[in-house]
């Protein structure tokens, strides 16, 4: 399954509609946004992305399907001067992508759904 949605990051972009958005994308895989090395909780989910930037001057961007992990994290910490991670399902876990932060967000996302469909 590949996704062909695109999740718009601007100045108006909530948190909650990147999580949102990126979940409905990639149904999956989960991303988590850090800021000073702690993960947004639900308090903060309603803010703008922009709001918590870790720079002064953020700039918008684009998430899609053909991105790999490790671009998408360069993404957010160059534009938004914050890290995240992305996770993909393995039946009723999570496993982060660091080993392979070289794959595409569809790629990770038919893996998972791979894994989902044999359990």
């Known amino acids: 399954m590949k996704s062909k949605e695109k999740i718009f990051i601007n100045s108006e972009t909530r948190i909650s509609q990147i999580l949102n958005g990126f979940n409905a994308a990639f149904p999956f895989l989960r991303i988590e946004i850090y800021k000073k090395g702690e993960v947004i909780t639900l308090d903060h989910r309603d803010f703008r992305l922009f709001e918590i930037a870790g720079i002064k001057e953020p700039k918008d961007f684009t ?57």
């Open 63 to 119: 998430i899609h399907g053909e991105l790999k992990v490790s671009e998408i994290e360069q993404l957010f910490f160059l534009n938004l001067g914050l890290k995240v991670a992305i996770f993909r399902k393995m039946g009723t876990s999570t496993v982060e992508t660091t080993f392979t932060s070289q794959w595409t967000l569809n790629h990770q996302n038919c893996k998972g759904e791979e894994i989902y469909l044999t359990i």
